[in-house]
């Protein structure tokens, strides 16, 4: 099992490029996240999909855009990238069973710069 | 009022002492508790659960959950260099999803 995979690991952008961010997992969880970490602030939640066809607001959803597009698979997307996004991103996953005392298992994480 | 709130520290404990970090949170439907250690460059690695009042022990590592305060702390004892790290809290607010909200994060510092 490799977990969670995101790709890229690090990318620079130009503002106003645009960029997906991928992230898949292969445990079968029914509940995937995007998180941005910025020095000193911990992880806020940008978006989180609690299962294969519906998506949610996070803390901080201004700027992204997400598609689950099946189980395994939830990806970001940067329209127009601002250097306020320069940050670093980690995707994680959760079984996301009501009856199940879940673990939040992370990404490697994508270090992107916008410039 | 920030969902999640820690102490940013850093905190400073000598090797071979008790290191406690406190975690509050605003909402009283949350149900879930979480503690994760992240090291400079690495991924939130979970340490500790914990779900009902009281203390939860794993080796070296306390968890305490107080739902009536908000409150939910770790100890770890008999602190060990490689302790050094940030030590992030998470609250599990389900309702019909698991929406998960992390603190900020203390920095901890083991001193030899």
């Known amino acids: 099992n490799a977990g969670v995979t995101q790709t890229p690991k690090f990318q620079v952008l130009k503002t106003g490029q645009s960029m997906t961010l991928q992230c898949a997992q292969d445990?079968?969880?029914?509940?995937m996240y995007w998180y941005r970490q910025d020095p000193g602030m911990g992880l806020r939640l940008i978006y989180y999909s609690a299962s294969e066809g519906t998506t949610d607001k996070g803390e901080v959803p201004n700027g992204y855009n997400v598609s689950r597009l099946n189980k395994r698979e939830f990806s970001l997307r940067l329209e127009s990238a601002a250097p306020s996004q320069t940050s670093v991103y980690f995707c994680?996953?959760?079984?996301?069973?009501?009856?199940?005392?879940?673990?939040?298992?992370f990404g490697p994480g994508t270090r992107l710069t916008v410039l | 009022q920030k969902e999640v709130e820690q102490n940013s520290g850093p905190l400073s404990v000598p090797e071979g002492a008790i290191a406690s970090l406190n975690c509050t949170y605003s909402?009283?439907?949350?149900?879930?508790f979480f503690w994760y250690r992240q090291y400079s460059g690495k991924s939130p690695e979970l340490i500790m659960s914990i779900y009902s009042n009281g203390d939860k022990e794993d080796g070296r590592f306390t968890a305490q959950l107080n739902k009536a305060s908000q409150y939910v702390s770790l100890l770890i004892r008999d602190s060990q260099p490689s302790d050094s790290a940030t030590y992030l809290c998470?609250?599990?607010?389900?309702?019909?999803?698991?929406?998960?909200?992390f603190g900020s994060g203390t920095r901890l510092s083991i001193r030899p």
């Open positions: 998470a609250v599990n607010r389900y309702s019909s999803a698991s929406k998960i909200i």
């Open positions: 909402d009283r439907g949350s149900q879930s």
């Open positions: 445990m079968n969880h029914n509940s």
């Open positions: 994680a996953s959760i079984k996301g069973d009501i009856e199940s005392t879940d673990t939040q298992y």
